[in-house]
Structures are given as C-alpha cells and as structure tokens.
C-alpha cells in the first residue's frame, strides 16, 4: 500500500498539531497501521498504532496521554493528533502499515516518505 503524509511542520512547546496518512494501491482494512519518528541521531520509534477496526493497540510511553491515533476506513486515512508537544518530540514521523499488528521491534513492510514536525520556540 502507498502511504502520503501530510500536516507537519513547526508549532511551539504546548501546542497542538495533527498529521494525516493518505492510503492508495490496496485494501486499506487489511492493514494494521502506525506512526514511527526519527529524530536526530536517534533509533526509530513506534509512536503509535492501530488495529484493522479502529482499536488504538500501542503509545510510547513518551507521548501516552498526549497524542491519539485513529483512522478512517472509509476515506483510507491514518491521524495522528499531537497535543501538549514538547521540544524532544521534533523527528521525522512515518506513516506505516503492515498485514500484522504493529508493535516495537516487529517488521513493517509499508513506510510513507516521512514529515518533519518541529517543536521549537
């Protein structure tokens, strides 16, 4: 399945922002779905993910109570709603799908291209 993110950018310490994931090119409810982010010099992160049917299955514990996954099955599309952002919470967010449920450390087959999200003064 192709994965087009959209919405990032900048936003100051406290704020808000979401992020979209547009799926194209397969069934998109045979696909668990997540988000992933990169910072500099960091290890990719599982930020979030979610079941076939809208059931969140994973939150880092860094942005637990913070951000909230859902997706929309009848538009093809992943959200992630960042709330209460933080200065360590700048990286590169993936959107990703696989056929099996998304956890740390297990395989992901699909990656979108990646958005940057700053959080910055």
């Known amino acids: 399945v192709q994965l087009v993110e959209s919405g990032g950018g900048w936003v100051q310490p406290g704020g808000s922002m979401s992020l979209s994931c547009a799926a194209s090119?397969?069934?998109?409810?045979?696909?668990?779905l997540g988000w992933y982010r990169q910072a500099p010099g960091k290890e990719r992160e599982l930020v979030a993910s979610?079941?076939?049917?809208?059931?969140?299955?994973y939150f880092s514990s860094s942005v637990a109570g913070r951000f909230t996954i859902s997706r929309n099955n009848r538009e093809n599309t992943l959200s992630l709603q960042m709330n209460r952002l933080k200065p360590e919470d700048t990286a590169v967010y993936y959107c990703?799908?696989?056929?099996?449920?998304?956890?740390?450390?297990?395989?992901?087959?699909?990656w979108g291209q990646g958005i940057q999200v700053t959080v910055s003064l």
């Open positions: 990703v799908a696989d056929h099996n449920i998304i956890l740390p450390k297990t395989p992901v087959s699909d």
């Open positions: 090119g397969d069934t998109f409810t045979d696909y668990y």
């Open positions: 979610v079941q076939r049917m809208d059931s969140p299955t």
